[in-house]
T-cell receptor
């Protein structure tokens, strides 16, 4: 069961513009959300996280927004750089069993 | 600190065989989680070990098992391999596996079942 969904398999943006990656979840028990970035032949690397008690968390060029009522989170990258080209996974953790569920990923391509 | 390491990086097996994958967490980390990544399903949680005990388990059949040693190194075993087990298997470690902790992933073991 896909409790975490990333409906856009790919996204292409121009260097310097904003990249917006979206993620939806169905389980209201999730209360901690993370974004990971993955380059080919490497494991995912942690990017940014947000607790459900917040609606926004910012770290440099990366900002994650959480809309609990819509069960939706998004990752904004401003300005986008070619080095940001990777697959981005959103993930949600349940406090009940420490289970982490991932979305299928969105491949971001930033064109110079 | 050295990162999470996984061995082997690549593996080819045939149906019906069994396989054992190894993961060495970051020094000092006691929680190790295993994930399966396939193109169609994305990353799926297999199980988590903490202090040599399986603490959490995802929705995978009993053919998938694991263990953790006293030095926190973990192994994952898949018996009676099926074609659908072909995937990238990732392990991730964290200090205690608490909700707000970041998990650090290894590079993965790519398993191909023929």
């Amino acid at each position: 069961d896909q409790q975490v969904k990333q409906n856009s398999p790919s996204l292409s943006v121009q260097e310097g513009r904003i990249s917006i990656l979206n993620c939806d979840y169905t389980n209201s028990m999730f209360d901690y959300f993370l974004w990971y970035k993955k380059y080919p032949a490497e494991g995912p690397t942690f990017l940014i996280s947000i607790s459900s008690i917040k609606d926004k968390n910012e770290d440099g060029r990366f900002t994650v927004f959480l809309n609990k009522s819509a069960k939706h989170l998004s990752l904004h990258i401003v300005p986008s750089q070619p080095g940001d080209s990777a697959v981005y996974f959103c993930a949600a953790r349940s406090p009940l069993n420490n289970d982490m569920r991932f979305g299928a990923g969105t491949r971001l391509t930033v064109k110079p | 600190k050295a990162g999470v390491t996984q061995t082997p990086r690549y593996l080819i097996k045939t149906r019906g065989q069994q396989v054992t994958l190894s993961c060495s967490p970051i020094s000092g980390h006691r929680s190790v989680s295993w994930y399966q990544q396939t193109p169609g399903q994305g990353l799926q949680f297999l199980f988590e070990y903490f202090s040599e005990t399986q603490r959490n388990k995802g929705n995978f059949p009993g053919r998938f098992s694991g263990r953790q040693f006293s030095n926190s190194r973990s192994e994952m075993n898949v018996s009676t391999l099926e074609l659908g087990d072909s995937a990238l298997y990732l392990c991730a470690s964290s200090s205690a596996g608490a909700l707000q902790e970041t998990q650090y992933f290894g590079p993965g073991t790519r398993l191909l079942v023929l």
